[in-house]
């Protein structure tokens, strides 16, 4: 007897059972706030991140964090950029530092059996870093070379403006950087806040993959180096501005695209509405196959790409829809979200649109923790929000269980098109 396979049928979707996470082991790792280890995996590299409340959010002087992080494996005391760099191709290792609004993230990789020359070499970056006066001199060179070019580009100007309009001048998150702030930066300034806030207390620590007992211990023993101070961050005392709605227009001469950007403060994820909001967010804009996408790229063919998202920090969130169009279709290209956006308070979704973002959803989350490496990463966006994975779980129930009834409310409580705001970066 012979099977015949019919390709012109599509497959019924079988959404994934459970998607396992499980609470990462805690370890007492020298001064650390925080330390975490996620012990997994089949090969032999090994990830540490290092998170310090080092962002914009304990800045004394702008920018400060942002060059700080930039120069931080360009020289110490004892090693140049070049020499720390050959010692690190050497290893076969990186030391990647991401510096953000709330937080300033080192990543360390390296394989198992170099793991303590690795770590010992990064802690002498965090610990000893000198900020040498021509590294900084070519990073603000470059940095300012580079803010020339963003400056006639309609999507940074009109981000840009974005924060501003949310956040206001005055507020950490809300500043742009400008050449005046590039040209007052002195070293002086990024050994204070290396000082003020890259020490054992301030920092959170996962550690990730294969890992045998007695590396654990040569981690343990190599960041315990890290100095250790007992004086307190401070952070930024700057209140948010109130949010008021309004329609900007940033005229860009000679711009070919127009940028939008439309949005609002919103909940965050510690709002007990936030996972139904989240999937709200999904089938307006935040996956390929969103209503904006199918709309706006697909059948009207004004943009590449257009999408939606939810951005959480630790003292504010928003939401923001932000794409890119030819000027002269801008403004049907915004009627258009607007009226995706009332057609989600108007019109229940359907029962076949639902069940594919709950199975795209799922599958994203199955994805992100997959490997050692994405559980940590997943892990840190619930315990830098004071979260757990309860919270991970319940979200997953949440995917299953919500109806286009309780969509339509997020959509009308959140989404009311008189409450976003539009920033619009064309040629006049």
């Known amino acids: 007897m012979s099977l015949t396979l019919d390709r012109t049928l599509v497959p019924d979707l079988q959404m994934a059972e459970t998607v396992p996470l499980r609470e990462a082991e805690k370890l007492a790792i020298g001064n650390f706030s925080q330390a975490y280890l996620v012990n997994a995996g089949k090969n032999d590299l090994i990830k540490i991140d290092l998170i310090f409340k080092a962002g914009r959010k304990y800045e004394s002087k702008r920018l400060q964090s942002l060059l700080t992080a930039r120069l931080l494996r360009e020289g110490t005391s004892e090693k140049s950029a070049a020499e720390i760099a050959e010692l690190l191709d050497f290893y076969g290792a990186s030391f990647k530092i991401r510096p953000g609004l709330d937080h300033v993230t080192i990543s360390v990789f390296s394989m198992r059996k170099y793991i303590r020359e690795v770590l010992n070499l990064s802690v002498h970056l965090i610990n000893d870093a000198s900020f040498p006066q021509n590294e900084l ?180 969130a928003y939401f923001a829809i932000g794409t890119e169009v030819n000027v002269d279709v801008a403004d049907d290209a915004h009627a258009e979200i607007m009226k995706e956006i009332q057609r989600l308070i108007d019109e229940p979704v359907s029962a076949d649109e639902l069940n594919l973002v709950r199975n795209y959803l799922i599958g994203g989350l199955m994805q992100s923790v997959d490997g050692a490496f994405r559980t940590s990463s997943a892990l840190q966006s619930l315990y830098l929000f004071d979260l757990n994975t309860q919270y991970f779980h319940d979200f997953v129930d949440t995917i299953r269980q919500v109806s286009s009834g309780d969509l339509q409310e997020m959509a009308a409580k959140y989404l009311s098109p008189e409450t976003l705001s539009t920033i619009i970066a064309r040629n006049e």
Do not use: C, W
């Open 137 to 316: 001199d070519i990073v603000r060179d470059n940095a300012l070379q580079k803010l020339e070019v963003n400056l006639q580009k309609t999507k940074y100007l009109a981000s840009r403006a974005f924060r501003l309009h949310l956040f206001g001048d005055g507020h950490h998150y809300g500043y742009a950087d400008d050449v005046a702030e590039y040209n007052s930066i002195q070293t002086t300034d990024l050994q204070s806040h290396k000082a003020a806030t890259l020490f054992a207390e301030n920092a959170s620590v996962f550690i990730s993959g294969k890992i045998a007992a007695e590396t654990i211990e040569i981690i343990k023993d190599e960041l315990s180096k890290i100095r250790s101070q007992k004086d307190e961050v401070h952070p930024s005392k700057a209140t948010l501005k109130t949010y008021q709605t309004d329609r900007i227009i940033l005229p860009k001469e000679g711009a070919i695209q127009a940028a939008i950007r439309v949005g609002k403060p919103i909940i965050s994820k510690r709002h007990a509405d936030y996972p139904k909001l989240s999937i709200l967010n999904t089938i307006l804009g935040g996956y390929f196959g969103s209503r904006l996408m199918s709309n706006i790229r697909e059948e009207k063919g004004y943009t590449y790409g257009i999408y939606s998202t939810l951005v959480n920090l630790q003292d504010a």
